[in-house]
């Protein structure tokens, strides 16, 4: 039996997840849940997976919790930035699902990688953010990270064995690998006249044609910043060079990514988009195990279709790419300067447009400064979000 910690369990990844190990409750046990605010859906796992300890990040929530519990629980019930580190850390945890969405969920997965705990990597922050460090520390203390997003792990799954054992400091070229293709279907709005963007609301911006996820990595997908991070993403787990990989435009999001070999050979993983098969594959991993997803029907998927990403289109992309060939600085800016934008467009206070933007003047105030420590990075993320927050000041006075 394995013992999972779930960070972010009433979140989109955190709930499949928990829907695949209920699947397989003979060989995991969600010991641990992990949420901010939502007392109720947390009530309802609790009761549900039975949970040895139930953590709220937020004090008051935590509180509420315990009184919904009834007398007759188990379930310990505890908040605080200390009890997280302890929950992540304890010798009873054998592997950790990080899926809390944005910087919040760097402090835990990091802390979790140090003791050595198998990590299920679902939080894009702390490889854009803390990319080397991340990596550095995994290597040292032997932690095994496997990638959770669909198109990492669609990477992953077309790589040689002795790769995938080498994450963060593989060679690709030694292996006779010449690309990494990251597919992205382009979001809601890959056909929508350019000139109408500034119409577009915080509602159509969540409708993703083709996965269910949470508003903010919904309006991620909408400006393909989360195609962006991903980029990141890849440069580190895979130890890519700019040259070796490449962003393709595929909208049935069939094809979840592909690796190409120098004999010209392309090995790709493909798969009907529900985050259940990744995640599988990753709680189980070597092996395979039930995820609950429908096996891929090729006569309904019909045709398959490919194009190159339009940054006129997708300036946040375009950012990203080039956030990542400038170093560790550009890359956590950048991503603390998205968090705040998004947030202020989904609640409706600046243009859909504003958050490329927004994400522009911060890239272009970037000064190079040493980042050795996770304290450095933390340090620059706060300075990156209160500049992002003076341009959007900015443009709230200029409307």
Same mark, same amino acid.
């Given at each position: 039996?394995?013992?999972?910690?779930?960070?972010?369990?009433?979140?989109?990844?955190?709930?499949?997840?928990?829907?695949?190990?209920?699947?397989?409750?003979?060989?995991?046990?969600?010991?641990?849940?992990?949420?901010?605010? =939502?007392?109720?859906?947390?009530?309802?796992?609790?009761?549900?997976?039975?949970?040895?300890?139930?953590?709220? *990040?937020?004090?008051?929530?935590?509180?509420?919790?315990?009184?919904?519990?009834?007398?007759?629980?188990?379930?310990?019930?505890?908040?605080?930035?200390?009890?997280?580190?302890?929950?992540?850390?304890? =010798?009873?945890?054998?592997? *950790?699902?990080?899926?809390?969405?944005?910087?919040?969920?760097?402090?835990?997965?990091?802390?979790?990688?140090?003791?050595?705990?198998?990590?299920?990597?679902?939080?894009?922050?702390?490889?854009?953010?803390?990319?080397?460090?991340?990596?550095?520390?995994?290597?040292?203390?032997?932690?095994?990270?496997?990638?959770?997003?669909?198109?990492?792990?669609?990477?992953?799954?077309?790589?040689?064995?002795?790769?995938?054992?080498?994450?963060?400091?593989?060679?690709?070229?030694?292996?006779?690998?010449?690309?990494?293709?990251?597919?992205?279907?382009?979001?809601?709005?890959?056909?929508?006249?350019?000139?109408?963007?500034?119409?577009?609301?915080?509602?159509?911006?969540?409708?993703?044609?083709?996965?269910?996820?949470?508003?903010?990595?919904? *309006?991620?997908?909408?400006?393909?910043?989360?195609?962006?991070?991903?980029?990141?993403?890849?440069?580190?787990?895979?130890?890519?060079?700019?040259?070796?990989?490449?962003?393709?435009?595929?909208?049935?999001?069939?094809?979840?990514?592909?690796?190409?070999?120098?004999?010209?050979?392309?090995?790709?993983?493909?798969?009907?988009?529900?985050?259940?098969?990744?995640?599988?594959?990753?709680?189980?991993?070597?092996?395979?195990?039930?995820?609950?997803?429908?096996?891929?029907?090729?006569?309904?998927?019909?045709?398959?279709?490919?194009?190159?990403?339009?940054?006129?289109?997708?300036?946040?992309?375009?950012?990203?790419?080039?956030?990542?060939?400038?170093?560790?600085?550009?890359?956590?800016?950048?991503?603390?300067?998205?968090?705040?934008?998004?947030?202020?467009?989904?609640? =409706?206070?600046?243009?859909?447009?504003?958050?490329?933007?927004?994400?522009?003047?911060?890239?272009?105030?970037?000064?190079?400064?040493?980042?050795?420590?996770?304290?450095?990075?933390?340090?620059?993320?706060?300075?990156?979000?209160?500049?992002?927050?003076?341009?959007?000041?900015?443009?709230?006075?200029?409307?």
């Amino acid at each position: 039996m394995e013992n999972l910690v779930v960070l972010g369990a009433t979140g989109s990844i955190g709930t499949n997840t928990l829907d695949v190990v209920g699947r397989n409750a003979e060989k995991f046990y969600a010991h641990t849940l992990v949420a901010n605010t =939502n007392v109720e859906k947390m009530l309802a796992l609790c009761v549900k997976h039975k949970p040895k300890i139930a953590h709220m *990040v937020c004090e008051a929530s935590a509180l509420k919790l315990q009184k919904r519990l009834t007398s007759s629980s188990d379930i310990e019930v505890t908040t605080g930035v200390d009890n997280l580190i302890a929950h992540v850390t304890s =010798n009873s945890i054998d592997t *950790v699902m990080a899926a809390i969405v944005g910087a919040a969920g760097l402090i835990p997965t990091y802390e979790a990688v140090k003791a050595g705990k198998k990590i299920l990597l679902a939080n894009k922050e702390s490889l854009v953010m803390s990319g080397r460090l991340f990596m550095e520390a995994a290597r040292a203390s032997g932690s095994v990270i496997l990638p959770v997003d669909s198109e990492h792990n669609a990477i992953f799954q077309c790589l040689p064995e002795q790769v995938q054992s080498e994450l963060g400091h593989c060679n690709l070229a030694s292996h006779g690998i010449s690309h990494v293709l990251l597919t992205g279907s382009g979001g809601p709005f890959l056909t929508r006249e350019i000139s109408t963007f500034t119409d577009i609301t915080p509602e159509q911006a969540c409708k993703h044609p083709n996965w269910s996820m949470g508003q903010k990595i919904s *309006v991620d997908s909408a400006t393909m910043m989360n195609k962006g991070l991903e980029y990141i993403e890849a440069k580190w787990l895979f130890n890519t060079s700019p040259k070796q990989l490449q962003v393709v435009i595929h909208p049935q999001s069939v094809i979840h990514s592909m690796v190409q070999y120098r004999d010209g050979s392309v090995v790709a993983q493909m798969g009907n988009p529900d985050m259940r098969t990744p995640i599988a594959h990753c709680l189980s991993y070597p092996k395979r195990i039930s995820s609950g997803v429908e096996p891929l029907d090729f006569f309904k998927v019909g045709q398959l279709s490919f194009s190159e990403p339009d940054y006129e289109r997708f300036p946040c992309l375009k950012l990203a790419i080039e956030a990542c060939e400038q170093g560790q600085e550009a890359t956590t800016v950048l991503n603390a300067a998205n968090e705040i934008a998004v947030a202020a467009f989904l609640e =409706n206070k600046i243009a859909f447009t504003d958050i490329a933007k927004v994400n522009q003047a911060c890239m272009s105030g970037v000064v190079k400064s040493q980042l050795d420590t996770i304290g450095d990075i933390i340090e620059l993320d706060i300075e990156a979000r209160i500049m992002a927050q003076a341009e959007i000041d900015k443009l709230l006075k200029g409307h």
